[in-house]
């Protein structure tokens, strides 16, 4: 199994704070690495594919970078709404796909 | 636009069966495949496996073997998620996915059900 860890499990930080996530694989997995957003009571959201594109719609402010093991999610800006648990996810041909435990952002 | 709706929720006795649906529309609904996702109360998302919307083969992750059955009606462009012998664990919010166009990322998602089982 590829084990996916994130850090920090939370985090509070003042609007217009830069934020950062990161994310490590137990083992390499290229770029196939995932973010998605959750809002409370909603479904996950997809920001960023393959570790560094961000998904059609989704505002600037957030960013992906990393390969290999070591992946690191950014938001540039916080903004009220970026309230939610981000997860990264990977993919693995042969073990299909593993989220990390998530990291909840709060407001300051 | 491409959208999953997914099936309310329902409230089962331990023991019983439940069966959730995810209806796509906007899209070949056979030429991507379809996750399951399990979210269990203030926990965090677990991938159940896929289908092949193709062949109708599933694939099921550790942990989502037996109970668990993944099905299709291409007709109406629906996917099911079956669970039989419910437990009290099995209580959390149950999400479809699609596969995404370039690989295997999850775009879109389900509004989820939540499956509860109590007695």
């Known amino acids: 199994d590829i084990q996916m860890t994130q850090s920090p499990s939370s985090l509070s930080a003042s609007v217009g704070d830069r934020v950062t996530i990161t994310c490590q694989a137990s083992q390499d997995i290229s770029n196939y690495l995932n973010w998605y957003q959750q809002k409370p009571g909603k479904a996950p959201k997809l920001l960023i594919y393959?570790?560094?594109n961000l998904e059609t719609g989704v505002p600037s402010r957030f960013s992906g970078s990393g390969s290999g093991t070591d992946f690191t999610f950014t938001i540039s800006s916080l903004q009220p709404e970026d309230i939610a648990t981000y997860y990264c996810q990977q993919y693995d041909n042969l073990l299909g796909i593993t989220f990390g435990p998530g990291t909840k952002v709060d407001i300051k | 636009q491409v959208q999953l709706v997914q099936s309310g929720s329902e409230l089962k006795k331990p023991g019983a069966s439940v069966k959730v649906s995810c209806k796509a529309s906007g899209y070949t609904f056979t030429s991507y495949a379809m996750n399951w996702v399990r979210q269990a109360p203030g926990q965090g998302l677990e991938w159940m496996g896929w289908i092949n919307t193709n062949t109708g083969n599933p694939t099921y992750a550790q942990g989502f073997t037996g109970r668990f059955v993944f099905s299709l009606d291409t007709s109406v462009s629906t996917a099911y998620l079956q669970i039989s012998s419910l437990k009290a664990e099995d209580t959390a919010v149950y999400y479809c996915?699609?596969?995404?166009?370039?690989?295997?990322?999850?775009?879109?998602w389900g509004q989820g059900t939540l499956v509860t089982v109590s007695s």
């Open positions: 996915a699609r596969e995404g166009p370039l690989g295997q990322w999850l775009v879109p």
């Open positions: 393959d570790a560094s």
